[in-house]
């Protein structure tokens, strides 16, 4: 859903679309970083590249519910296509352990009324 979401389109309404033939979707969330103040210091000493590397990697993978997608929507749209496996999914942990990371992402899924999901 993440790689849906990010390519303009609207996760829902795509996994309405394909219905029937989805029986796995694949919960990846994303979250809007901020740039470092370093980043902007560097534009202004005219590092150009310095300033794209933190620019470009704003954009942060994220535990399902700590990112911009819409979780509550997409799952019920997955359960409402049949789709019988939801799988999750995290890149980057950013200084955390992949356990902790899923850790999270249950908790969230709990949190959201997905218990009987888990």
Not at 85 to 93: A, F, G, I, R
Request: glycine letters at 10%.
């Amino acid at each position: 859903m993440h790689w849906v979401q990010r390519g303009g389109l609207d996760p829902v309404t795509t996994l309405k679309k394909y219905g029937e033939r989805v029986s796995m979707v694949h919960l990846k969330d994303y979250r809007i970083g901020q740039i470092p103040p370093a980043a902007f210091e560097a534009l202004n000493a005219g590092d150009h590249a310095g300033f794209m590397t933190a620019f470009t990697g704003v954009v942060q993978f994220a535990e399902v519910g700590e990112g911009n997608l819409d979780f509550t929507s997409i799952i019920a749209a997955s359960e409402e296509i049949g789709a019988r496996y939801l799988l999750v999914e995290q890149d980057e942990h950013y200084g955390r352990t992949p356990l902790e990371c899923l850790q999270t992402s249950y908790d969230n899924l709990v949190a959201l009324g997905f218990t009987h999901l888990c």
